[in-house]
Nanobody, 111 residues
Framework: QVQFVESGGGLVQPGGSLRLSCEAS????????MYWFRQAPGKQREFIASITKVDTTNYAVSVKGRFTISRDNAKNTMYLQMDRLKPEDTAVYLCMTNNVWGQGIQVTVSS
């Protein structure tokens, strides 16, 4: 079945960087647009970034200029490079497509 596994999260200081990965299995990865979302405690899940089959990207205003989405179809993997992290970026980050979600990975930005 289709499965996504996120990795690369953790604790980082404000201003720091992390790179998240989302490895896909059970799908022809190159055929799908892919998405990153996040959910902070007590808040609704929010769109962060997307990348199409032809590498067109789109970002939420809150992360534009700080986060970069990319994909490697040969590795069935999508990435989210997160720079200049802020405490308000603290959340569980999830990848998805076609109504299938990964389990999520915790990112905590704190001094």
């Amino acid at each position: 079945q289709v499965q996504f596994v996120e990795s690369g999260g953790g604790l980082v200081q404000p201003g720091g960087s992390l790179r998240l990965s989302c490895e896909a299995s059970g799908i022809i990865f190159s055929a799908y647009h892919m998405y990153w979302f996040r959910q902070a405690p007590g808040k609704q899940r929010e769109f962060i970034a997307s990348i199409t089959k032809v590498d067109t990207t789109n970002y939420a205003v809150s992360v534009k200029g700080r986060f970069t989405i990319s994909r490697d179809n040969a590795k069935n993997t999508m990435y989210l490079q997160m720079d200049r992290l802020k405490p308000e970026d603290t959340a569980v980050y999830l990848c998805m497509t076609n109504n299938v979600w990964g389990q999520g990975i915790q990112v905590t930005v704190s001094s």
